[in-house]
């Protein structure tokens, strides 16, 4: 078994892990928790900041003249108006559109995808 690999993130992250535990999740070393209390995270979380670190999540490239079509039919949130590299609230966000300063779809039909990642949500 090769040894886990560290995400970009990880030197900067790696001091903030009081717990020293590390667990092996899609061939990268990532910190199931940062602290010793879930509480102290929990109100973190609710009072001020969190971070994880999602890179070793898959990242998928749909592509083809129906890839904006299909993610619309597959996403809650309307991509004809998402802008490139945002976050919106969905089970999938976009990425990246590189080359296009339109929106969604004026790529070459090709629509660049990734799990949820970590979004802070304006109040």
């Not at 890179?55 to 802008?83: A, E, H, W």
């Not at 559109?97 to 304006?122: D, E, F, H, Y």
Request: hydrophobic letters at 35%; charged letters at 15%; glycine letters at 6%.
């Amino acid at each position: 078994m090769p040894l886990p690999k560290t995400t970009p993130f990880h030197e900067c992250l790696a001091p903030f892990n009081e717990t020293g535990i590390w667990k092996h999740w899609s061939g990268y070393l990532a910190a199931p928790r940062y602290q010793y209390s879930t509480t102290a995270e929990y109100y973190a979380i609710r009072n001020a900041v969190a971070v994880l670190d999602t890179s070793p999540l898959f990242k998928y490239r749909i592509s083809g003249v129906d890839s904006v079509p299909f993610l619309q039919s597959v996403m809650i949130t309307n991509v004809y108006t998402s802008r490139p590299a945002s976050c919106p609230r969905s089970m999938i966000t976009i990425a990246s559109l590189r080359g296009t300063s339109t929106g969604a779809g004026k790529n070459n039909g090709t629509m660049p995808v990734m799990p949820p990642v970590s979004c802070i949500p304006r109040f």
